[in-house]
């Protein structure tokens, strides 16, 4: 279960720039929602990752990656502005002047 989760959260920020370029208005909400999902599904990995038998390398790697993973949501949930710029900002697929 957790090794799909990662794929479906590899597979989403792989096509993040491809989706940029033709986005409208559901990217933004599509962003915001992503990076909520991502602070709850990591709020509760780390927990289970803490109090689990796992080496306490392991430990420190997952709560590294949470702690990222988090700190890089929580600054796109607050940046409402900055996401819908990221739409605005993206090159046309048809005018190629622009990047």
């Known amino acids: 279960m957790a090794t799909a989760i990662a794929l479906l959260f590899l597979g ?3 096509s993040i720039p491809v989706l ?6 559901w990217f933004p909400r599509a962003m915001r929602f992503l ?7 990591w709020s509760v990995r780390l927990f289970t990752n803490l109090v689990s038998d796992e080496t306490v390398a392991f430990k420190v790697v ?9 700190g890089l ?6 940046r ?5 710029e990221v739409v605005r900002m993206a090159p046309s697929s048809g005018n190629p002047s622009t990047i």
């Open 12 to 14: 989403l920020a792989v």
């Open 20 to 25: 940029a370029r033709r986005a409208d208005r």
């Open 35 to 41: 990076a909520a999902l991502t602070v709850a599904w």
């Open 62 to 70: 997952h709560t590294v990656l949470a702690f990222g993973s988090i």
């Open 73 to 78: 949501a929580v600054a796109v949930l607050s």
């Open 80 to 84: 409402r502005v900055a996401v819908d």
